[in-house]
């Protein structure tokens, strides 16, 4: 049985395989405090048996960041479990993106642990403020979903190219869009961190969705802003080219590391394929 993931240095798992009808995935996750940072409020989950990955970046004073996003990652992962066995026949692969329950029961799973933080703050004045980004994507058969709030990212990566699925939810993006500052100040913005949408510091939040139909040799990074921030998307589309499944999240942490690393760092890898997907 996978569990959430929340360790205080970097943490290294062998890839773990999921055979689907149509295409084999394979995921590996790794965390790292980074280099500024004395604890971990990150926390990710790779579950090939649900078909989900998430990674949760978590903030609030004294314990609340860790708290929050393990809250979220656990809670997720109860929800769609239970949602699976309530159901199986929905995680059957048989429906495409138009067509599935899938994209509801991911968005309830946010929903629920948008409320768990909430509540659990609301009990513990210490946890006050607390709450999480959550990027999360939930696979079946040669389709993807993604749920996502807050400015931790997914990629797709696809022949050769990379695109951004997700949108941040930050101050920067609103800036950006409304054009009053341009790419290289948003890179350099003394408010990259701030965000405008989080999971449980308010009782409710809104979850953005997409949906994607896989195809063979398809890649997906889910990452935090520790690995964005310092490292570019044609960078994150190299070094996943290039290296195993097994070795890719941890050079991602390393070249972030090596630029600073003033956060901490978490990345998930994902790969499908017709044929079995190989460590090196």
Do not use: W
Request: glycine content about 10%; some cysteine; overall charge negative.
């Amino acid at each position: 049985m996978a569990t959430a993931l929340t360790p205080q240095s970097a943490e290294r798992y062998a890839p773990r395989v999921a055979a689907t009808p149509v295409l084999t995935i394979a995921a590996h996750g790794v965390t790292d405090v980074g280099q500024r940072r004395d604890h971990n409020e990150d926390a990710f989950l790779v579950d090939p048996a649900l078909g989900l990955y998430v990674v949760a970046d978590g903030m609030g004073g004294h314990a609340g960041g860790g708290t929050a996003s393990r809250l979220a990652v656990e809670t997720i992962q109860e929800s769609i479990r239970a949602a699976r066995d309530g159901a199986p026949e929905v995680f059957e692969g048989a429906n495409g993106v138009e067509d599935s329950r899938l994209p509801d029961l991911l968005r309830d799973a946010v929903e629920a642990a948008c409320a768990r933080i909430f509540k659990t703050a609301q009990d513990a004045p210490e946890l006050a403020g607390m709450g999480t980004t959550v990027t999360a994507a939930l696979i079946d058969g040669r389709v993807a979903f993604v749920a996502h709030v807050g400015d931790s990212r997914c990629y797709l990566l696809r022949e050769g190219r990379i695109y951004q699925v997700s949108e941040d939810h930050s101050l920067v993006n609103e800036q950006l869009k409304a054009g009053t500052i341009s790419a290289d100040e948003a890179k350099h913005s003394r408010f990259k961190n701030i965000i405008t949408r989080s999971v449980g510091f308010e009782a409710q939040v809104q979850v953005d969705l997409m949906g994607l139909e896989l195809e063979d040799g398809d890649g997906l990074v889910i990452c935090c802003d520790g690995l964005s921030n310092l490292v570019d998307d044609d960078e994150i589309l190299q070094i996943v080219d290039e290296c195993p499944i097994d070795a890719s999240p941890a050079r991602l942490v390393e070249l972030a590391n090596d630029r600073g690393g003033d956060d901490n760092i978490t990345v998930i890898v994902i790969r499908a394929g017709r044929e079995p997907i190989l460590a090196g």
